[in-house]
């Protein structure tokens, strides 16, 4: 009886070992497809076109200050010191404007382009999964974080995925390089 359960004990530990190595393991690289999908195009468009806008209200402040700044200086000597103490005050005010407006629009931008590439990253993973899955992968690694892999076992789905998304499997990404998908 013990040497039953010892060898269905074996034959169970070796059915798993031998299953456990016969998953599939895929890569991709999740910056290149992100960065040749059309909607990150689009949200690199519309992260452009909100930044100039920033830029524009900044100027609008800068020309402000650098007006002040040249009137201070221009009549410094005819100024009394109260009005000098009080446009002193008036030019370092603008420049605290400026620089908590460029710390703003940093945020803003960055949030913005967050907010925009989040159903991007979303709809690229979903791609991932739903290759990973058609083709029976048990699991996807991230080609960029690897250090080695066997290309003979571990195959790479990237052109894959860029065809479910409807991508040119060929295309190369166009734009620098940006948040990967997670």
Same mark, same amino acid.
């Given at each position: ?19 456990l ?13 992100? $960065?040749?999908?059309? !909607?990150?195009? @689009? ?6 076109? =909100? &930044? %100039? ?32 103490q $009080?446009?002193?005050? !008036?030019i370092? @005010? ?6 908590? =407006? &460029? %710390? ?50 571990v ?20 734009q ?7």
């Amino acid at each position: 009886m013990k040497n039953i359960l010892k060898l269905t004990l074996a034959v169970v530990c070796v059915m798993f070992s031998t299953s456990l190595f016969a998953q599939k393991i895929g890569r991709i690289n999740s910056n290149e497809i992100v $960065l040749t999908m059309p !909607e990150t195009i @689009e949200a690199h468009k519309q992260v452009e076109a =909100f &930044e %100039k806008e920033l830029q524009g209200q900044y100027e609008t402040i800068m020309v402000e200050y650098n007006t002040k700044y040249q009137e201070f200086q221009k009549n410094y000597e005819t100024m009394s010191d109260a009005v000098k103490q $009080l446009k002193e005050k !008036e030019i370092m @005010e603008l420049q605290n404007r400026l620089t908590e =407006f &460029e %710390k703003a629009a940093t945020a803003d931008i960055q949030k913005k382009s967050a907010e925009l590439m989040k159903p991007v990253i979303e709809k690229a993973n979903k791609a991932v999964q739903d290759v990973a899955k058609a083709g029976g992968y048990a699991i996807i690694l991230e080609s960029g974080s690897m250090v080695y892999y066997d290309e003979a076992t571990v195959k790479d789905i990237t052109p894959e995925v860029k065809t479910k998304l409807g991508i040119d499997p060929n295309a190369k990404p166009t734009q620098p390089a940006a948040q990967p998908a997670q």
